[in-house]
Each structure stands twice: as C-alpha cells, then as structure tokens.
T-cell receptor, first 115, second 114 residues
Framework: DQQVKQNSPSLSVQEGRISILNCDYT??????FLWYKKYPAEGPTFLIS?????DKNEDGRFTVFLNKSAKHLSLHIVPSQPGDSAVYFC??????????????FGKGTKLSVKP | NAGVTQTPKFRVLKTGQSMTLLCAQD?????MYWYRQDPGMGLRLIHYSVGEGTTAKGEVPDGYNVSRLKKQNFLLGLESAAPSQTSVYFCASSRDSKLNQPQHFGDGTRLSIL
C-alpha cells in the first residue's frame, strides 16, 4: 500500500508558465515533506522541504504548499524553465532524521518544459 | 567537491554471484542509506546506518547485507545475486537527526543480474 502517491507520471508545460506537481499521502503521522529532482543518470537532488507546522515554503522559483487536512502537498515552479525538465519525487517522513526519519518516496512525476 | 561517491557505476552479474557496492562520503555525515529504484517506482530503503558501527533494516532488506566499519563508508553486499535484484542502487548520507537535514545522494550503481 503506497503511503506517498504521485498520481501523474508525467507533466508537460510551456516555458515561462507555471508547473504544478502534486503529491498525496495516507500516513497522518508524516510531519516532514521533501521534494527531490532527478536528472537521468544522476542521483536525486534535494529541492525544497516543508514541515507540518507550516503550510507554505518558498525558495526562489519553487514553492511547496501543504494541506494537512487533505493530506496533500504540491510543488509550484514559476516560471518554468527548460532546465527544470526532470523527474520530481515527493518524499515524506515521521520525525526529522535517523531511524525515525526514514524517507518514503512517491513514484515520481516526469516534468517536461518545452521552449 | 565529491559529496557521495558510488563504486562501481555499472555491473553485470550472473545469478548466484556475490558482490559489494561501495559508498563513500566526504561530508562527515553520521547517517548513511542504501536505496534501490526499480522502473516506475520510487526509491525504497534497503538498509541504513545512524553512525559508525551501526546498521538497521529498511523497507526491503532481504538478500542484502551492509557494513559501516568507517564513518565515511557504507558497503552494500549481495551474497547470492538474483535476477529480482536487478535495479539501480543509490546511496545517500545526511548530517544528523537534530535538524531537518536533507539526504545527499550519489549518482547510482546500475546492477544487472542475468
């Protein structure tokens, strides 16, 4: 049973427009959420995170929104650039690290940003 | 600025063979992890370590063993490789559990078991 779900395997957007990647989770004990970006033949790279005490976190063009009641988070990229084309993984954990903080990953969404 | 380095990058094994995947990090991180990623799947945790000399099981530990004899190295062993272990293996490390420390990943080892 998947605890972290990314229901859209792929997303295509035009350069300059907004990209919205979605993630749902089932475990109400999750209290820390992360987004990773992965290019082909490379390891995932940390992008942005949010703790359950917040509902929004921004870092430049990237914003993550958390809706705890709906068990839903989303990653907004504005404006989208061709270099953003990658697979984006949503991950969640209970606690902040170590044995309590093991990450549960979604299956990923492949974002394609067209020039 | 190496970060997390995985060796080898590619390997083909025959069923029943053994091998060890090496992960090295130069960031003085306490925590290290081994994941596998299969097509259309997210990363799944195999084993992890919260410090030198410690190891613990993750979500999919069967068929694998690990060792953390030195803080900077985390080894993943396959004693008798099976085709179901064909996958891309990622190692990661993180500083500690006191703060929200994201995991830093290596570039992966692509392993094929024939």
């Amino acid at each position: 049973d998947q605890q972290v779900k990314q229901n859209s395997p792929s997303l295509s957007v035009q350069e300059g427009r907004i990209s919205i990647l979605n993630c749902d989770y089932t475990n109400s004990m999750f209290d820390y959420f992360l987004w990773y970006k992965k290019y082909p033949a490379e390891g995932p790279t940390f992008l942005i995170s949010i703790s359950s005490i917040k509902d929004k976190n921004e870092d430049g063009r990237f914003t993550v929104f958390l809706n705890k009641s709906a068990k839903h988070l989303s990653l907004h990229i504005v404006p989208s650039q061709p270099g953003d084309s990658a697979v984006y993984f949503c991950a969640a954990s209970v606690g902040y690290g170590g044995s309590q903080g093991n990450l549960i990953f979604g299956k990923g969404t492949k974002l394609s940003v067209k020039p | 600025n190496a970060g997390v380095t995985q060796t080898p990058k590619f390997r083909v094994l025959k069923t029943g063979q053994s091998m060890t995947l090496l992960c090295a990090q130069d960031m003085n991180h306490e925590y290290m992890y081994w994941y596998r990623q299969d097509p259309g799947m997210g990363l799944r945790l195999i084993h992890y370590s919260v410090g030198e000399g410690t190891t613990a099981k993750g979500e999919v530990p069967d068929g694998y063993n690990v060792s953390r004899l030195k803080k900077q190295n985390f080894l993943l062993g396959l004693e008798s490789a099976a085709p179901s272990q064909t996958s891309v293996y990622f190692c990661a490390s993180s500083r500690d559990s006191k703060l929200n420390q994201p995991q830093h990943f290596g570039d992966g080892t692509r392993l094929s078991i024939l």
